[in-house]
Structures are given as structure tokens and as C-alpha cells.
């Protein structure tokens, strides 16, 4: 059994090879390097790595059992962590592939540890600090220490890369499930997903992870069923569209009819609100099903700043004029964006723009004066577009879930990265896939700053 | 995994040596009780003679170890010991502690690490009749010329004035909200700060960084943001913006409020004076803030009163008017344009300004 909060240790597929080649050179000897990690904020101590400094080898005195490092690349952790409040995780590797903290690692905690909390000045970290130790095949097992110098393991340490990783403490095995056999299920049983936007494709998404065998789900959106939505929006009734039930109500009443073990939490709200964010914050993993360019946005924002993969689909039906005057289909297209931490953003894809955004709030809020200025030409106008239909959502959100299955139990040939987008267009019958490469890299949102104020940067969210 | 610190294996096995540089290496010990000459064995240097042997013990004492006198080495970390070419030794006192050093003179990088000394302090050497002399980053102390030196730390100091307070930090690098504060002023006052250094003066922000090691700092002037009499009504901040923003528009002294009006975020900018050249002498200017800002762009901003220029001439792209709170207010339809696109993360109500600022004055300039 699980106490709560629970430590989860979460790093970026980089920073994790980074630190695999540095811990395992080749040479079969242990090596060091420290980790400085941010508490999210959120319920569970979860414990995002913001900077990574790696001991030179030449630095230590190296050999296969034993390894000894220079204190001061730890005085150095110190003080840029008291600054920030950050915690101080100490990681060496075990070339051998022993699962365990050594004797001598328990000695070298109980001296070091006590150091670092000694030499602390202001409040210690709420997660305090730890060690932790690498295996040759990547797999991470940590604990941490409060102020008190108690002991607890790190329950869940996770890597989101193009590949996402979770190892749990008291596995037997490091290796990750086979994809859609019973260990995925069980698997999933242990995983969180948050599902923004419970409509024409989220509700497709929702239905697939939850009939999956996820263990909890938390469900946003803000907005009711109407008449009109039951031709697309799964589980949906005449019923809930003759009460105004909302969506996100609706759609935990129908998960409860065929699943007892699952939890769901619905926040009936747009997930622009401190709210619906920070609820989303707590996930394991995020699907976008918006069709907004502000939810993009913020869904952007908050895999950035608490470090969760994010799966994001679009579907879209755009349509031309013919020379005589009737509209006809341009193409049917799906595409699924995966976005992880330190990678391009939904932004740096342009699956949304400053000038979007704009425009699209200017909609909402004055829809005249919205006219005038497209009329004008300041802003740009969207090509007419046709209404999806359900047999597009469903494919659309079936590629998403089967992306994520796709990172978390690999099963690919060729592995994932060359999957950074998938776009399917119906009309041409093709399907192009884009790089992690292929885009722009700005940087311009930060990652792992938890819930730093204004939350997410923005000041319609601060406290 | 261990630091510095050795193990219950390891333990005797090996002392850690290094020459005046300081950089100890290990040295593996066949014995736990060598004599300082077992030492300049197991270092293998020679002629043995022409060595000293000093250990640098635990409390930070350095002392020399006689050719037959044995160390015990039973102790918990890996002991150390400084072994140099030298003929004589030289006294110091670091830190009230008599340490011995086997050259003519000792760098300032040896000084911190004998003394665990850190880079926030500052070292000098104690003098009589003249005032105690720094021993400046990368230099080194001469040990031969006088008598026994005496050299300690302390934290570095640097003093501000504030208005006539002077407050003292630890560091050279403060913030001018820290300032205010350590000084006793409230800095959500909306003061407008001053910076007045042997080179002039400048008007600084709350959050900016002011560097005491610049010379001729003098002080931070506060003036209280100029209140107009009358009846001015409380501002309004239905919404935030973001924190430089807020800085920024109540350090640049102005009157300004947040609100929406029906579902539209309206930034208004109170008698925002202009330059010569239009009929008024000073307008109110609303920006629209969208929701999702500081993402989304600003675009455009609206006047109030209505602005024309004093010799009739049309004002381009300000024909529409848009109501807020009732009051007809004048489009002016400036745009970045694709050169100069929104910047997310860089762009801001301050940098918008800017472009409103210089609108303003385009229409104008002769």
C-alpha cells in the first residue's frame, strides 16, 4: 500500500541519457552526478529535475563497488538549491545491477545527508532530500530523507522521453509491460489521466482509457450536452440533453455503469481557470480534445510547467468554393501532436499563435467588433470549415490513444522519435509523420516551474 | 557511494597528499602509524631531506610532521598531509589559527581552502598603523617580509543609503525592493526610485538590480508617486497583469486601472500626456488585454478623448469607434506587422506601450 503523498522523482528523456552515458561510460566502474529537483506543488511530493550536474570522472576515485567524490560538487548543489528551495538528489550508478542500496550507501547517506540538511539555511525543501541509484539498463531507484532524517523510497520514478518510463518502488522487474497484455492493464490501473475537453474526440479518448483499465481519470470541460452533440459525443443521451447535464457529469455516470475501480474527478469548468489547471496538474498524463486555441494553450502550458507528456488531437475539415459556387471538401485530416517536457511546444508547432489567441478571445467577446476586423484584414480569418463528423473523431482519437500506448509499452519497429506528429489525411489517402527535429525549439515556456505565481505565467491565473 | 569520506575498508589504507597547490591525490599506506619519513617514502619523491612534511589536521590546525615522529592515522577520514619541497617553515595565522607553510608565500586560492573559507567572505591581512589590507581574488600573500601575518575573513559589506537610511548588505548584487524594505519603506507604495551614482542619476524599478560595487553609488532617492487632488476615484484592478507590467506602469508614475466591460478586459491608462501637436494636451488610452495574454498579442489601442491634430489635418486608421463603459473611444489601428511580430515571453503591456508611444508621435513629427 501506497502512503500519501506520495514521492515521484521526474525527469525529461534527455536529462535521463544524458545522465545513462555519463553513469555508464563503458568502462564498468560507478560514477556520480547530483540532481537539483523542484517540488510541483501539487498533493503528492513529486519532485521535477530542473538542473543536472555530472561528477568528472577524473574527479573520483572510481572502481566497480565503490565509488568516492568530491564533497565539493555538493557544497556547490547547496548553494544554488537554498536559493530556489529546491531538493538535492545524489545519484551514482551500480554497474553490477544491484537493485538495492549497498551498506556503504547507507553509511555515505547517513553522513552526507545530514550534511546537507545541517548546512541548510531557511526551511529545508517540504520533499527534503535523497540519493539515488541508476542501473546499466536506465532504471532509477531513489529515496529521500526529511528533516528528521526519516527514510522513504521514492514511489514512482518516471522519465518522459520519447519513450515514458515509470518505475515503481518494489517491482520486481525494471522492464516495462508488454503492450495490450494483462501487465499494460495492470499498469495502467496505477496511471492518472487527465482528459481536457469531454466532447467530440474526448469523449472517444475518455471511453478507450477508461474501458483500458486506467486507475484514475480526471475529466474538464465546462460545457453542457445540447441536442445537437449526441450525433458525436459518446454515452451521451437524450436524457442528458433534455436536462442539461454537463458533459463532464454525464460522462462519469456512464464510466460508473461498467467500471467500479476507477476514480474520476470532474471539474465542470474551462480549463483556463486556476481550477480545472491545477486539477489537471496532478495527472500522469494529459490528452488535449479541444477545439479551442486558448485550451491548447494552456494544455501546453501545464506539461511544461509540471512535466507531463501531453497528447494533443485536432481533427479538421476544411472546404473550398467551386467556380460554380458549391462548397466542396478540401480534405479530411486528423493529427495527433506528442508533446514532451523540454521539447517543441504546441506553440513552437504553430497549432496556435499569439495572434490566434487574440482573435480567437476578440470571438468570444465581441463578435462585431471581431467582424470588423476581419472585415478589415487585421486579423486572419479561418478557412469555412465543415462539421466533423464521429467516424473522423473516432479515428482521430484512436491514433491519440494508441500514441500513448505506443510510448508508454513500445512496441514500434523503429522506435518512437520519428513520431513527434502524426497527420492522416483521408481525402489524399496519405500520412505524413514529423520529427521531434522537424520543429522550432524556442524555450520560451519554462519548464518544471510547478505552481510558481501567476500560475502557468498568466496573470488571468494567479492567485 | 561515498564523499570524501572513507570506509570502513578503505579506512588506513590511504592519506591524501598534495603539494602547496592544495589538490590532494590518494596515497596508498602499507602502515597505520608511518613516520613523516614512511611519508616521503610512500610519496616517492627524493632527496628526502630537502622535504617537509605537514599535516593538515581535522580542527584546521597545519603542523609539521619531524621525520621520525609517527602519525596516527586511526581516524575517521582520510588524513591529510601537504608535502613541499622547503628548507624552513613560515608561521601565519589564519583565522586565529597558527597554521605553518612551507613557502615564501601562500595564494589567496590555498587561504580559503586551509580556512574552508567561503566565496561571500573576504580575507585580509591585519595591519598596525595603516587599515587592514584586502587580499585581493587570484593574488597571494607574501609570508617572508614581516613578521607572522594574521589573516581572517568576513562576510563582505556593502552600504546603500536609502533616503537617508543607510542599510547594509552582505552583497553587492541588491534588489531595489530589498532595499526598500531593509530601509523600512513600504515598496508597494508606488515610490518612483532614483539611482543616483557618481555618474548621474537614473529612474529604476522596483525589481531591478543595482550593483553597490559600481563606484560613487550614492543613494536611492524616493519620491511618492504625485497624487492629484480632488476627488480621484480608487483604482480599479478587476484583473492582473502581469508583475513587470504593474511595476512598470506605477513606476512610470501613471494612473491606471483593469475592468471588464460586458465579456471585453480593458486596460485604461489615465491622462496620458501627449506630445505637441494635437488639439489636447493629454487622452486616456485603453488597451484591450485578451484573455489568454501574455500568449495572445495585443494589437491596437483606443483613445479617449478622441485625439485630432492642431492643424486639421486626418489622423490614418483611427476612423472607428469602439464604446467602453459607454464613452466613445477612437480606434487607432497600429499593427506590428510581420517584421515585428508579437513576441510571447518577451512582449508585454510595457513593450505595447512603447509602440503606442511612438504611434502617438509619428502623427505628429514634423
Redesign the interface.
Known amino acids: 500500500m501506497t502512503i500519501h503523498p506520495r514521492t515521484l522523482l521526474t525527469m525529461t528523456g534527455r536529462q535521463h541519457g544524458q545522465l545513462h552515458s555519463h553513469l555508464f561510460p563503458g568502462d564498468g566502474l560507478?560514477a556520480?552526478a547530483v540532481l537539483l529537483c523542484r517540488d510541483a506543488g501539487v498533493s503528492d511530493h513529486k519532485l521535477m529535475v530542473v538542473d543536472v550536474t555530472l561528477v568528472p570522472h577524473d574527479q573520483c576515485?572510481r572502481s566497480p563497488y565503490?565509488?568516492?567524490?568530491?564533497?565539493q560538487f555538493?557544497a556547490d548543489a547547496i548553494n544554488v538549491a537554498e536559493e530556489d528551495g529546491l531538493s538535492i538528489i545524489?545519484l551514482?550508478s551500480h554497474p553490477g545491477g544491484f537493485r538495492q542500496f549497498s551498506d556503504?550507501?547507507n553509511?555515505?547517506d547517513a553522513?552526507?545527508i545530514a550534511s546537507i540538511f545541517a548546512g541548510w539555511a531557511g526551511d529545508a525543501p517540504r520533499a527534503g532530500h535523497g540519493?539515488a541509484i541508476m542501473m546499466p539498463d536506465g532504471e532509477l531507484i531513489g529515496r529521500v530523507y526529511d528533516n528528521r532524517h526519516q527514510c522513504r523510497s521514492v514511489d514512482v520514478v518516471s522519465v518522459v522521453g520519447d519513450v515514458i518510463r515509470f518505475w515503481r518502488h518494489g517491482c520486481e522487474s525494471s522492464e516495462a509491460p508488454m503492450a495490450f497484455g494483462a501487465g499494460m492493464t495492470r499498469e495502467l490501473g496505477k496511471l492518472h489521466a487527465c482528459i481536457i475537453g469531454v466532447s467530440g474526440t474526448g469523449s472517444i479518448v475518455a471511453e478507450q482509457l477508461a474501458r483500458m483499465g486506467f486507475g484514475k481519470m480526471t475529466l474538464i470541460d465546462y460545457d453542457l450536452v445540447e441536442a445537437k452533440n449526441l450525433n458525436r459525443i459518446l454515452n451521451s443521451t437524450l436524457s442528458d440533453a433534455n436536462s442539461n447535464a454537463r458533459k463532464v457529469d454525464m460522462f462519469a455516470a456512464a464510466i460508473a455503469s461498467y467500471r467500479a475501480d476507477l476514480e474520476v474527478v470532474t471539474v465542470g469548468q474551462t480549463i483556463?481557470s486556476r481550477e480545472a489547471v491545477l486539477a489537471a496538474a496532478e495527472a500522469d498524463v494529459i490528452f488535449s480534445c479541444v477545439d479551442s486555441?486558448?485550451g491548447r494553450?494552456?494544455a501546453d502550458?501545464i506539461a511544461r510547467a509540471f512535466m507531463i507528456p501531453l497528447f494533443d488531437v485536432g481533427v479538421s475539415i476544411p472546404t473550398r468554393r467551386r467556380p460554380d459556387g458549391h462548397t466542396a471538401i478540401a480534405e479530411v485530416i486528423g493529427r495527433v501532436d506528442y508533446i514532451q517536457p523540454s521539447g517543441s511546444t504546441l506553440?513552437d508547432r504553430a497549432v496556435y499563435t499569439?495572434?490566434s489567441?487574440?482573435a480567437?478571445?476578440?470571438a468570444?467577446?465581441?463578435p462585431e467588433?471581431y467582424a470588423?476586423e476581419l472585415e478589415?484584414g487585421?486579423i486572419k480569418g479561418t478557412i469555412e470549415e465543415a462539421p466533423s463528423v464521429i467516424a473522423l473523431n473516432m479515428r482521430a482519437a484512436s491514433a491519440a490513444v494508441l500514441e500513448f500506448v505506443a510510448r508508454a509499452f513500445p512496441f514500434r519497429h523503429e522506435g518512437n522519435a520519428g513520431m513527434a506528429r502524426s497527420v492522416f489525411a483521408l481525402a489524399d489517402g496519405d500520412e505524413d509523420h514529423f520529427r521531434e527535429a522537424d520543429f522550432p525549439n524556442?524555450g520560451?515556456?519554462e519548464v518544471a516551474v510547478g505552481v510558481r505565481e501567476?500560475l502557468l505565467?498568466?496573470?488571468?491565473l494567479?492567485a | 557511494m561515498s564523499t570524501d569520506v572513507t570506509t570502513e575498508e578503505s579506512r588506513g589504507l590511504f592519506i591524501e597528499v598534495a603539494g602547496t597547490d592544495l589538490v590532494f591525490r590518494p596515497v596508498s599506506i602499507a602502515d597505520r602509524s608511518p613516520t613523516g619519513r614512511q611519508i616521503l617514502g610512500y610519496c616517492d619523491v627524493a632527496p628526502r631531506e630537502e622535504y617537509i612534511v605537514l599535516q593538515w589536521l581535522s580542527e584546521g590546525d597545519v603542523e609539521e610532521v619531524r621525520s621520525d615522529e609517527t602519525v596516527n592515522l586511526d581516524g575517521q577520514t582520510a588524513a591529510k598531509f601537504i608535502v613541499s619541497k622547503a628548507d624552513r617553515l613560515y608561521r601565519f595565522f589564519l583565522n586565529d589559527r597558527s597554521l605553518s607553510w612551507p613557502d615564501r608565500s601562500i595564494s589567496e586560492a590555498a587561504l580559503r581552502i586551509l580556512g574552508k573559507i567561503p566565496s561571500a567572505e573576504l580575507l585580509y591581512v591585519r595591519r598596525e598603523v595603516e587599515s587592514d589590507r584586502p587580499i585581493e581574488v587570484g593574488s597571494s600573500l607574501p609570508l617572508a617580509d614581516l613578521g607572522v601575518e594574521s589573516v581572517y575573513s568576513r562576510l563582505a559589506q556593502w552600504d546603500l543609503n536609502v533616503q537617508g537610511v543607510t542599510v547594509k548588505f552582505d552583497r553587492p548584487d541588491v534588489l531595489v525592493r530589498d532595499a526598500l524594505v531593509k530601509a523600512g519603506f513600504n515598496p508597494e507604495q508606488g515610490w518612483i526610485i532614483v539611482l543616483k551614482t557618481r555618474d548621474g542619476k537614473r529612474q529604476v524599478t522596483i525589481d531591478e538590480m543595482v550593483d553597490l560595487r559600481s563606484p560613487g553609488i550614492e543613494k536611492l532617492r524616493l519620491t511618492p508617486r504625485e497624487i492629484n487632488n480632488g476627488e480621484v476615484p480608487q483604482s480599479r484592478r478587476q484583473f492582473r497583469l502581469l508583475p513587470v507590467d504593474e511595476e512598470g506602469l506605477t513606476a512610470r508614475g501613471l494612473r491606471w486601472e483593469t475592468f471588464v466591460d460586458g465579456a471585453r478586459r480593458w486596460l485604461v491608462l489615465h491622462a496620458m500626456e501627449l506630445p505637441p501637436g494635437y488639439a489636447v494636451a493629454s487622452t486616456s488610452i485603453a488597451i484591450e488585454i485578451p484573455s489568454s495574454y501574455p500568449t495572445a498579442e495585443l494589437d491596437m489601442f483606443y483613445c479617449y478623448p478622441q485625439l485630432s491634430r492642431q492643424d486639421g489635418m486626418t489622423i490614418p486608421q483611427t476612423q472607428v469607434t469602439e464604446a467602453i463603459e459607454g464613452r466613445g473611444f477612437q480606434r487607432w489601428s497600429r499593427h506590428r506587422g510581420a517584421i515585428a511580430p508579437w513576441r510571447p515571453g518577451l512582449d508585454n503591456v510595457i513593450t505595447h506601450l512603447a509602440l503606442v508611444e511612438a504611434a502617438l508621435l509619428r502623427e505628429v513629427e514634423v
Open positions: 560507478e556520480a576515485r565503490l565509488l568516492v567524490w568530491p564533497g555538493i545524489l551514482h556503504l550507501d553509511e555515505s553522513e552526507v540519493s483556463a486555441a486558448e494553450h494552456i502550458r506553440s499569439a495572434a489567441l487574440r480567437e478571445y476578440l468570444r467577446v465581441a467588433s470588423s478589415a487585421y524556442s520560451i515556456l501567476p505565467g498568466l496573470p488571468e494567479g
